[in-house]
């Protein structure tokens, strides 16, 4: 067994103390996660507008998993190099204060969020005489009933369509302290009662309520699996441990998208397996996204795993524009993905006032793209001259070799 491999290993069973890693807190910031996360935010816009001609160019028509899937991951990973290397370094009371503060900044948010949205509902129907967008994202318990869904909303119980991310984040990062304190003991326990916690919410049918639904579109039982796995390799990039160079492991990855491919772009079954029947149709379809159907895992996994083996840590991804946009757009991720959410619900009105001509899904699509550009660069030079330069935050660096 090589020198990464047992690194690995001896995180996988034992995990580390507080002394090594503060010891390894140092490091600059990972231009993956950045960049990753802004292209999942741009994804995430684009197909908060169905219909239009660039969602049939996103990830999940060609995988089992989605943007979403991406974006949930790598908050874990985010939480463990930021608030997990505060809780090594200030201790647990510094660490739960700064937490609680970005608990309070996501909520604030989302209800910000939600009464734009209300609002700009309320002002298409009225310019257009059309209350069919009303119906369109669920915002009709709003009108219908105000006091109760200003209730709901405001306790989380209310969660209009395209809505829910945040929500989700929300109870996900309020959790980060027991997980990343189960992974620091023994990730590997901490991964098998994520699983367990997941697979047994799926068999009893538990989720979190919301009003004028069955559940949370995204059940946090379900998906806290995505974000503990991230947890686990934030961790893991905070100890400076490397990926082990497993070929097989890369194979098997890689195969894995290939099949995923070759199933997502079939129009029935390419196998001809007759029990894979059934299976084959729901995905094509769309894996269960609401308890996180297994092959997304799965399809995450591999390309997470295949990011931190094949991708440059350093400033490679950052030598173009496209780059530095997407990295700007990361950075900022959550300006960025409320700005999305507004335009995304403007888009489909104006798209559906359009009749979806061409003309317009070109328009909506490269202006929403540009703008949201444009807000994640200015808040980069923003704060470029306005905050005091931070100490530059662990990176994924040391998590992968890079080579074969």
Not at 84 to 99: C, H, T, V
Request: include cysteine; glycine fraction near 8%.
């Amino acid at each position: 067994m090589d020198t990464n491999a047992q690194s690995l290993q001896r995180f996988l069973m034992l995990g580390e103390g507080p002394a090594e890693a503060a010891r390894q807190a140092g490091g600059q910031r990972d231009a993956r996660i950045d960049v990753i996360r802004g292209l999942a935010l741009l994804v995430i816009f684009i197909n908060h507008m169905p219909g239009n001609i660039f969602a049939r160019f996103t990830p999940h028509n060609f995988g089992f998993s989605d943007a979403a899937d991406a974006f949930v991951l790598l908050s874990g990973v985010s939480a463990a190099l930021a608030y997990g290397n505060l809780i090594e370094r200030r201790g647990l009371a510094i660490g739960a204060l700064k937490l609680s503060a970005r608990l309070w900044t996501l909520y604030i948010a989302h209800i910000a969020v939600f009464v734009i949205v209300c609002g700009v509902v309320a002002t298409a129907v009225t310019r257009t005489q059309n209350p069919l967008y009303v119906e369109a994202i669920n915002i009709q318990p709003f009108f219908n009933d105000t006091f109760e869904a200003v209730i709901n909303a405001l306790t989380l119980r209310y969660q209009p369509d395209y809505l829910d991310i945040l929500p989700l984040y929300i109870v996900l990062l309020a959790l980060f302290p027991l997980v990343y304190f189960g992974v620091r003991v023994s990730p590997m326990a901490t991964l098998a009662a994520s699983l367990l916690l997941w697979q047994g919410a799926v068999m009893l049918g538990l989720n979190l309520p919301n009003a004028g639904a069955a559940g949370w579109f995204f059940n946090p039982f379900a998906w806290q699996v995505l974000f503990t796995l991230g947890v686990v390799i934030g961790r893991a990039a905070q100890l400076g441990l490397a990926a082990p160079r497993l070929r097989w492991l890369d194979a098997a990855a890689v195969g894995f998208l290939l099949f995923a491919l070759v199933v997502k772009l079939s129009s029935g079954n390419p196998f001809a397996i007759i029990a894979l029947n059934d299976w084959v149709d729901s995905v094509q379809l769309g894996s269960d996204k609401t308890n996180l159907a297994w092959s997304r895992v799965l399809h995450s996994a591999s390309l997470a795993w295949l990011a931190i083996r094949w991708l440059p840590a350093g400033a490679a991804l950052l030598s173009n524009a496209a780059g530095r946009g997407l990295a700007a757009i990361g950075r900022h991720s959550l300006d960025v993905f409320c700005a999305g959410i507004v335009l995304s619900i403007i888009g489909q009105v104006v798209l559906a006032e359009a009749a979806f001509a061409l003309w317009a899904q070109l328009l909506v699509c490269l202006s929403g793209i540009t703008l949201l550009a444009g807000l994640g660069i200015f808040l980069s030079w923003y704060q470029s001259f306005t905050l005091p330069r931070a100490p530059a935050a662990p990176s994924l660096a040391h998590a992968s070799s890079g080579q074969p």
